[in-house]
């Protein structure tokens, strides 16, 4: 299956769907990541079919839990008392008490759910939705029931399933940070910070962590390492690599002679197996390496703020659109340093 997309097309599969709809849709709120975790969830306990009601209960109890640590919506969004959000915060004390949805957060959840989350799950920005399907809503009312298609449960139940957790939270994580109160619209301005030595992605006004570097990133690669393009299995074996070695910059810069970017910064970093990583030598990444780094900064530029404008403030306007083009040309211009 090809589907003239060029992310898609390296790994046309039900994974690469998921991805395509967790790390690259649009987030006017995090609705997307509560229902894609009780998806998971679910399908990974082998269910095939389950009622509206059985999916609103963990999708809500994850949204009020989230919620007591961080906005699910832009600060400057005015939310009716109607709102489903309005509910989850007048419920969330129940909620959280009990460890379980209040009547009243579930209900406001199976009212909202069909027409707001479910219907856009699947969707993408200015192009038909993803490949597969994930869910399929059935019946009316209070009887709807939600059939966990095979494709879903096909990667709750993978290998690669909890990679595809770490994935989504840590998703989740980055968006509420451009949703952070007080902060507006200043953490997408700003992009965000790597803390290599401890491998985080921080908020960079206010220097908290927000995200570990392999869960922000992974999903962008397909779940691979991208020194050997193999699956890394668990996600937590991962290190972060520096594809164009770190040493270049430190060796120049003990001359006062280095001109090229910062090679610490999040367009240069990449999950790799431990292995991979320690068998590396301080030469410049191959032509194979530079291409697969480029697809995956590329996908990344798809991706939502606030890490398409961290990799833009990284290189300026020498990067262009960023397209993987773009990126092998900014490449093959550091060769030359």
């Known amino acids: 299956m090809t589907s003239g997309d060029a992310f898609f097309d390296e790994d046309p599969s039900a994974r690469a769907s998921w991805r395509l709809a967790v790390l690259m849709g649009a987030n006017a709120r995090t609705y997307k990541f509560a229902l894609g975790d009780a998806l998971l969830d679910l399908a990974g306990q082998g269910r095939e079919e389950v009622t509206l009601a059985e999916l609103a209960a963990p999708y809500s109890l994850s949204m009020v839990r989230h919620l007591a640590e961080a906005p699910q919506a832009p600060v ?41 989350v479910m219907q856009k799950f ?50 989740w994580h980055i968006v509420e940070s451009s949703f952070a109160a007080g902060v507006g619209r200043g953490v997408v301005q700003a992009g965000m910070l790597v803390d290599s030595a401890h491998e985080l992605l921080l908020d960079k006004r206010r220097r908290r962590p927000v995200a570990r ?9 397909h779940g691979r390492c991208l020194i050997c393009s193999e699956l890394i299995v668990p996600l937590g074996e991962a290190v972060v690599d520096h594809v164009f070695p770190y040493a270049m910059m430190v060796r120049f810069e003990s001359v006062g002679s280095w001109h090229g970017p910062d ?9 790799a197996h431990r292995a991979c990583n320690s068998a590396k030598t301080d030469t410049p990444p191959d032509r194979h390496l530079r291409a697969r780094l480029a697809l995956r900064n590329e996908a990344i530029m798809r991706s939502p703020e606030p890490l398409r404008q961290t990799l833009r403030l990284s290189l300026g306007r020498s990067l262009g659109t960023g397209s993987a083009h773009d990126w092998n040309r900014v490449f093959s211009e550091i060769m030359t340093l």
């Not at 090679?263 to 999950?271: G, I």
């Open 76 to 116: 400057h969004v005015s939310v009716s008392d109607t709102d489903f959000l309005a509910v989850a915060r007048n419920e969330s004390e129940e909620t959280l008490a009990s460890g379980r949805p209040s009547e009243q957060l579930l209900e406001a959840a199976q009212r909202s759910m069909p027409g707001m």
């Open 122 to 171: 699947h969707n993408l920005r200015g192009v038909p939705g993803v490949p597969h399907r994930f869910y399929e809503l059935r019946g009316s009312g209070r009887r709807r029931t939600v059939l966990l298609t095979p494709e879903l449960r096909g990667i709750a139940l993978s290998e690669q399933g909890e990679s595809l957790r770490g994935e989504l939270n840590a998703r």
């Open 213 to 221: 570097v392999s869960e922000a990133l992974i999903g962008f690669q």
């Open 263 to 271: 090679l610490d910064a999040l367009w240069n970093l990449a999950p």
